[in-house]
């Protein structure tokens, strides 16, 4: 469980493929206080560490992980965002985020707006009904806040505002039109939804 504060923004340094897909990612963490086996989001994605040493670790990526998330996004040279666990008693900054991407978004429109930036995002139709204005939702993990949500027939855009602290931040510095973006619902809509579902089966 984490809550959408990113902590850093590694690099990927090297992919290779095994049975899955192995990376390793740089990063600023203390890897001697990372646990092998411990839980850490990459951009979004929960994985799992299995190898690290100083100022690195390594995760597996499986093929329904590489399949659920933006393209390219596993690729030497990639900023991700980064996030550990969250611990009992840590403090809430963001919204609960479970590591589960919902659906890949792109930018469809940055503007500047004082000194933080209005970014628009087109997201499949079938997530519309998850995103809701002044909503909580996760970007490449990054817990924002929905502006604005229009529903079109094939896809839902919605808006959101970033700050000059969240741009420096995270991996959202030149963030840009057709960028790919992994998209995580609010995990009570989740469970509203789920809930509504099964009123309408009965």
Not at 16 to 40: F, H, K, N, P, Q
């Amino acid at each position: 469980m984490f809550t959408g504060i990113i902590t850093d923004v590694g690099t990927i340094e090297a992919v290779e493929r095994r049975g899955d897909l192995r990376a390793r990612i740089s990063t600023v963490y203390d890897t001697a206080t990372v646990d092998l086996g411990a839980s850490i989001a990459c951009s979004g994605v929960c994985l799992t560490v299995v190898d690290k040493g100083p100022g690195w670790f390594a995760v597996d990526i499986s093929g329904e992980s590489v399949a659920r998330s933006a393209d390219s996004m596993w690729s030497q040279g990639t900023a991700l965002n980064l996030e550990r666990a969250l611990k009992v008693g840590d403090e809430l900054g963001g919204h609960i985020v479970t590591g589960h991407v919902d659906g890949v978004g792109e930018v469809v429109s940055v503007t500047a707006e004082g000194d933080s930036h209005v970014v628009g995002f087109a997201a499949p139709r079938a997530i519309a009904p998850y995103i809701a204005p002044k909503g909580s939702i996760a970007i490449d993990g990054v817990s924002l806040t929905v502006n604005t949500v229009e529903d079109e027939a094939e896809r839902v855009l919605f808006s959101i505002n970033l700050i000059p602290h969240t741009m420096a931040m995270t991996s959202f510095a030149g963030i840009a039109p057709g960028r790919r973006v992994n998209i995580e619902i609010d995990v009570l809509a989740r469970y509203l939804g789920r809930m509504e579902q099964l009123r309408h089966v009965r």
